[in-house]
């Protein structure tokens, strides 16, 4: 870890240590990191006794496979305090993906920001930025490494629950030898991998079968992409949220002829694009293209107008 990303993390302890109440959030439609790294700290700022509060913008849903994080810092983003003193912001490339709680952010008296985004242009008051981290999991290890706060089950589990999410199980190239040594210390604090496996990746309601299965069903192959639809229709048959379907992306990124595996997701406002490349593709590149962002392997977007248009938006990202 570089010597600035040290120094941000220790004014971020003294600025957290410091505050008598602390809110925290997430980004939008909040992943196992996003969920793991909030609640971590959640439950470990509140063992210090501290008053604490975590939300994401609208929509304000979890799914049922991380209720297991323990969820009692969780309130909806109208009960979000409005000016708060310190707010901790976690997994957030941007501003706009804090939707609603960008109000909040904008007038807290200080904001710190923890991410590994490497699209994160640098904003808040104390900016924790890492790219080089596999997950901001792991940023928020190191934090209560320095406030030396300890961390007990619940804190090890939603903290091994982030860096599982983000490294795919450790098969991604971001698992190197600093986040095996976390997940082991993890471990030794009472975290269960067998626990976090079964109810991330096998805690699924049975309408995600139907969904996956029309999905793959309409998997097309092009040029070293696969890529399928998930329409809104698809979602209302099986009686599914969108909060459940996370990991139907995976299903289209394991066919070895895929260099890069989109999924075209329809939603109200248009399609919400979920890209992967096995390494050889930079798809944080394409989504940043298109106004999305994310990482080399793992991106994404929003954008409106027809499928095709979408799907010529993808073409030409990779053409480039």
């Known amino acids: 870890m570089k010597q600035a990303i040290r120094e941000s993390i220790r004014r971020a302890a003294e600025a957290v240590a410091s505050a008598g109440e602390v809110a925290l959030a997430c980004h939008i439609s909040p992943d196992g990191d996003a969920l793991g790294s909030m609640l971590g700290l959640a439950h470990a700022a509140a063992g210090e006794g501290k008053r604490v509060t975590a939300s994401f913008g609208s929509p304000f849903a979890v799914a049922v496979q991380y209720e297991f994080l323990g969820l009692e810092p969780l309130v909806p983003p109208e009960e979000f305090p409005a000016e708060p003193e310190v707010m901790v912001v976690l997994d957030v490339a941007s501003p706009d993906r804090l939707g609603e709680l960008a109000g909040p952010a904008s007038r807290a008296e200080t904001l710190v920001v923890l991410d590994h985004h490497p699209t994160n242009p640098g904003f808040g008051d104390i900016t924790v930025v890492d790219p080089a981290a596999a997950a901001t999991a792991q940023l928020v ?180």
């Open 141 to 320: 290890y190191h934090l209560l490494r320095r406030l030396g706060w300890p961390m007990d089950r619940r804190v090890a589990t939603a903290l091994l629950t982030g860096l599982v999410s983000d490294t795919g199980r450790f098969q991604y190239s971001s698992t190197d030898a600093a986040v095996l040594r976390i997940a082991a210390r993890l471990v030794e604090a009472g975290a269960r991998p067998e626990e976090i496996g079964q109810r991330v990746y096998e805690w699924l309601p049975f309408g995600y079968l139907q969904v996956s299965g029309a999905v793959l069903g309409r998997a097309r192959l092009e040029d070293g992409l696969v890529w399928s639809v998930l329409y809104r229709a698809d979602r209302a048959a099986a009686g599914v949220g969108p909060e459940d379907l996370d990991l139907l992306i995976d299903g289209l990124r394991i066919a070895r002829e895929a260099e890069v595996a989109a999924l075209l997701k329809e939603t109200e406002e248009g399609w919400k694009v979920s890209l992967r490349s096995r390494g050889a593709v930079d798809v944080g590149a394409v989504a940043a293209a298109w106004g999305g962002g994310g990482h080399h392997n793992a991106a994404g977007f929003n954008s409106g107008g027809s499928l095709e248009a979408v799907l010529e938006k993808i073409r030409e990202g990779l053409r480039g």
